[in-house]
């Protein structure tokens, strides 16, 4: 079993930036690919970012694309989100996500493991 933590959402003014942290436990190895996915009230929960196990390979949103970065620690077992140029619209619930195969996949059925989400809050 794998369990993923996510930090470091909160409240930031339009323009501003945030990291987000998923922390990796359990029965981990550095052999999964890993994806960020958003859901805001009301909406289903999309596609933001994901990076294959090597973190070589990434892929973004149109969205977000230019603004958001995704990387990988893997001595550390841990994926992060670096998103700047906030906007008012990327305002929803962040889930780190993760999966067993090495390439990285953008539907939420292809993952296996979840966190339970953090907040993101962006104010106009």
């Known amino acids: 079993q794998v369990r993923l933590v996510e930090s470091g959402g909160g409240l930031v003014q339009a323009g501003g930036s945030l990291r987000l942290s998923c922390a990796a436990s359990?029965?981990?190895?550095?052999?999964?690919?890993a994806g960020w996915f958003r859901q805001a009230p009301g909406k289903e929960r999309e596609f933001v970012s994901g990076?294959?196990?090597?973190?070589?390979?990434?892929f973004y949103a149109d969205s977000v694309k230019g603004r958001f970065t995704i990387s990988r620690d893997n001595a550390r077992n841990t994926v992060y989100l670096q998103m700047n140029s906030l906007k008012p619209e990327d305002t929803a619930v962040y889930f780190c996500?993760?999966?067993?195969?090495?390439?990285?996949?953008?539907?939420?059925?292809?993952?296996?493991?979840w966190g339970q989400g953090t907040q993101v809050t962006v104010s106009s």
């Open positions: 996500a993760g999966r067993r195969g090495i390439a990285v996949q953008t539907t939420v059925r292809a993952y296996e493991y």
């Open positions: 359990g029965r981990t190895n550095s052999m999964y690919a």
């Open positions: 990076l294959d196990w090597s973190g070589e390979s990434t």
